[in-house]
């Protein structure tokens, strides 16, 4: 029988603690305000997360993790005669652009990147389906769901700083003198390279979080450690350029469209760093 409730009741913590501690295995959709997430468990563990109706493939897993390149995913998936991440994993393995270990680190990002957005949730209905266990023919990895617990809680600590920190995000960004060679010498995750090629006085943060496929609290987590590094600042209202027509014309395509970044984020960061 399925178990429905409703988020203000029995919050991610809760839902998560009870599926851990009874060892249950099944599905659970979660409808939140704008959007919804569906996590599949085995004996107790997490094997899969995905939010917002997007289903990633395995390449596009990894290049977010960093694992893979651009071109290597299109080689990758030009060879596939399906979506399916066994063969792509498969295909990946046999060209020599992935190891089994970067593999599962890769969907293990990617499930605690996708679990963690569900702590964020303070509204909306889930239901829980014992027993369901299909996610399609992509690849899972067993996650304790005691460290997702304690990871998730901790995060959500962290994010009421971060939105003392900054509370607005309809505010601008601005790069900090000499940001462009400190930032050649840094090593950053792929969200962290969307937010410094999306940064600057054309984009807000929220439009940043939009275009970016981040939540608030992701991008204000993101913003925070870019600004603790002098890396960038909140742009003065007299540093921000008036909005030209081709500037609305742009955001409200991406708006209507739902448009995501291109994927040549490094690309566009450089050119961005030479502007400096």
């Known amino acids: 029988m399925a178990l429905r409730g409703n988020l203000r009741d029995f919050s991610a913590t809760q839902m998560l603690n009870l599926i851990s501690v009874a060892r249950k295995s099944g599905t659970l959709d979660i409808e939140g305000v704008?959007?919804?997430?569906?996590?599949?468990?085995n004996q107790g563990k997490l094997l899969?997360?995905?939010?917002g109706g997007q289903d990633y493939r395995l390449t596009?897993?990894?290049?977010?993790?960093?694992?893979?390149?651009?071109?290597?995913s299109r080689a990758i998936e030009a060879q596939a005669s399906s979506s399916g991440d066994r063969e792509l994993a498969w295909l990946l393995l046999r060209a020599g652009y992935a190891s089994r270990s970067d593999i599962i680190r890769g969907v293990r990002a990617h499930i605690l990147r996708n679990v963690f957005r569900v702590f964020e949730w303070s509204a909306g209905t889930f239901v829980f389906e014992p027993n369901r266990l299909s996610f399609g023919d992509r690849i899972t990895v067993p996650v304790d769901l005691a460290t997702?617990?304690?990871?998730?809680?901790?995060?959500l600590r962290e994010a009421d700083s971060f939105r003392e920190e900054l509370p607005n995000l309809d505010v601008h960004l601005r790069f900090t003198r000499g940001a462009g060679?400190?930032?050649?010498?840094?090593?950053?995750g792929l969200d962290e390279w969307r937010v410094v090629s999306l940064a600057g006085p054309r984009n807000t943060v929220r439009e940043i979080s939009n275009q970016a496929d981040l939540s608030e609290d992701q991008v204000r987590r993101i913003v925070y450690g870019l600004m603790q590094a002098d890396l960038l600042h909140v742009a003065l209202p007299e540093e921000?350029?008036?909005?030209?027509s081709s500037d609305r014309r742009r955001k409200e395509g991406a708006r209507v469209r739902g448009q995501r970044p291109s994927r040549n984020v490094i690309t566009r960061?450089?050119?961005?760093?030479?502007?400096l």
């Open 60 to 72: 596009e897993v990894l290049q977010r993790a960093g694992k893979l390149t651009e071109a290597q």
């Open 34 to 41: 704008d959007t919804q997430a569906r996590l599949l468990f």
């Open 181 to 188: 060679s400190r930032l050649r010498k840094m090593r950053m």
């Open 148 to 155: 997702v617990i304690v990871a998730g809680s901790r995060r």
């Open 48 to 51: 899969y997360a995905a939010v």
């Open 269 to 275: 960061l450089i050119d961005r760093i030479r502007q």
């Open 240 to 244: 921000v350029p008036e909005a030209t």
